[in-house]
């Protein structure tokens, strides 16, 4: 009998250790929710009054993450619980999607990794200074302008479909922008043009260094990751087929240039008031007419 109850337990805390955790960072070099403890050192070893925290559940992670966000409330810490695995997600690139309406088109959070990092040791540091906004209602993150940016698109891939996109900047900001897509209406076209338009306002302001917020995947991982590979291929990819949104990520990575850009994912609908702003903005926009 003791054997087995020492078997049992053993087997339990074994099943508890293999569980992936989530490392959440409400200020670093890029805030976010990280699979591993190596990406969470790398965004806040050496970062001045850095603040992260790991847990079990993934929307702990999440709200411990939007309390530091722009225009979020404080909310209490969870406690911080036991270490974990690695775990790797690879990147491949995502066809354009036919859904049928802006609810349908947000796809759910998907957790990425983009390189190992070589692990160092990292006292926890819990002090939180919350980003600081502007007279100009800028908010930032160390001296990094914070942007959301979302893209809509009702009756995505049919005949009707109408797209708008949002950037929202803040609350009452002078910049924040509803405007309907123009050209081909889809869903994938309005996130790209979205991030496009934030980019253009940054710089019409002067502004060198952005965070911009986004809930596709699609878009983060077409500009960091796919597009170098598309330009070297005749904009081709990987599987040989025309890229479908070429002139978009032209733009898009042509504006890219001359400013530094952290691109951060946030999931769609989740509670996070910068990206729920600039859905609305963005739902907004793809009720007005086409300029």
């Known amino acids: ?39 969470c050192q ?22 411990f993450v939007r309390a530091g966000l722009p225009g979020q409330q404080q909310q209490p810490q969870q406690p911080e619980l036991a270490a974990v695995t690695q775990e790797n997600v690879s990147q491949r690139e995502e066809p354009e999607l ?10 759910p959070y998907e957790q990425s990794t983009n390189e190992d990092h070589v692990a ?47 950037v929202y900047w803040g609350p009452g900001h002078p910049l924040n922008t509803s405007e309907r897509l123009p050209g081909r209406q889809t869903n994938q076209r309005a996130e790209i043009h979205a991030a496009c338009k934030a980019i253009e306002q940054a710089k019409s302001q002067n ?39 070429k002139e978009d990520f032209e733009r898009l990575d042509n504006l890219s240039k001359g400013i530094e850009i952290q691109w951060m994912h946030v999931p769609g609908h989740a509670g996070f008031q910068g990206n729920e702003e600039a859905d609305r903005l963005a739902r907004e926009g793809a009720s007005k007419q086409k300029s």
């Not at 009998?1 to 490392?23: I, Q, T």
């Not at 790398?42 to 709200?63: L, M």
């Not at 036919?98 to 947000?106: P, R």
């Open 98 to 107: 036919n859904v049928l309406c802006c609810n349908a088109c947000k796809r």
């Open 207 to 245: 502004i060198k260094k952005l965070i911009i917020y986004t809930d596709s995947k699609f878009t983060i991982n077409g500009i960091t990751s796919w597009v170098d590979n598309w330009k070297t291929n005749g904009w081709r990819t990987s599987s040989g087929g025309s890229v479908i949104n």
């Open 42 to 63: 790398e965004q806040v070893n050496r970062f001045p009054s850095a603040s992260f925290k790991k847990f079990a559940v993934e929307k702990d992670a999440w709200a």
């Open 120 to 166: 160092k040791r990292v006292k926890h540091d819990e002090v939180y200074s919350a980003p600081t906004v502007t007279e100009d209602k800028f908010s930032y993150m160390g001296d990094f302008a914070v942007v959301y940016t979302d893209g809509c698109c009702s009756g995505n891939g049919r005949n009707r479909a109408r797209a708008g996109i949002g």
């Open 1 to 39: 009998m003791l054997r087995w109850l020492v078997a049992v337990l053993s087997h339990s805390c074994f099943v508890s250790r293999g569980h992936s955790m989530f490392y959440a960072v409400r200020r670093g070099r890029r805030t976010g929710v990280f699979r591993t403890w190596a990406e």
